[in-house]
């Protein structure tokens, strides 16, 4: 009996370490089969229509919102549009520091501003590639733009300080 060949334990078999890729049925207890990938490179289709998940449907909302969005962007002068950044930057900045005042806030806000700073600065960059302007001038241009900012109020601050005053003439006048 050299190492338990023929007891009736023999006839249980354990299972193989093989890998499960090998081909032959009797492999090796380690034997290992060669690693294969699935990539097989890209694959360009064209007309190939790719179905969009739809969770709900949102995914195709939130599409149909940004389009909107963009077309109302690209519908603004190159002006309208640096004036909507500076003020989008002051809200920005009004939410920080409500942030570290701890008072209450929507945190959602910080991504939804960031998001249309960034397509409203996409916008004129674009602009800026239409009129030929490379990547040098634009930062310079942008610089000088940065440096000719006048710092004001945002506009929810602005709304804040006007209910104010409208509110102390309204003291000041029934009293």
Not at 121 to 132: C, D, S
Not at 142 to 170: F, G, H, M, N, T
């Amino acid at each position: 009996m050299a190492l338990g060949l023929s007891s009736p334990s023999a006839s249980l078999r354990l299972p193989s370490l093989a890998s499960p890729l090998s081909s032959s049925p009797r492999a090796k207890p380690f034997q290992l089969a060669p690693l294969r990938s699935s990539f097989n490179g890209i694959r360009l289709r064209s007309s190939v229509a790719v179905p969009m998940p739809s969770y709900g449907g949102t995914m195709v909302v939130r599409m149909a919102k940004r389009e909107e969005e963009l077309k109302e962007i690209r519908a603004k002068t190159t002006e309208e549009i640096n004036e909507e950044v500076v003020d989008l930057k002051g809200e920005l900045l009004m939410l920080r520091l409500q942030r570290s005042a701890r008072n209450e806030f929507k945190s959602s806000e910080f991504g939804r501003m960031r998001k249309r700073i960034a397509r409203m600065l996409t916008v004129k960059r674009e602009r800026e590639i239409e009129e030929g302007i490379n990547k040098r001038i634009s930062r310079k241009l942008d610089r000088k733009w940065k440096r000719s900012i006048v710092v004001r109020p945002p506009p929810s601050l602005r709304k804040k300080l006007e209910e104010q005053k409208a509110a102390e003439a309204e003291k000041s006048s029934s009293a």
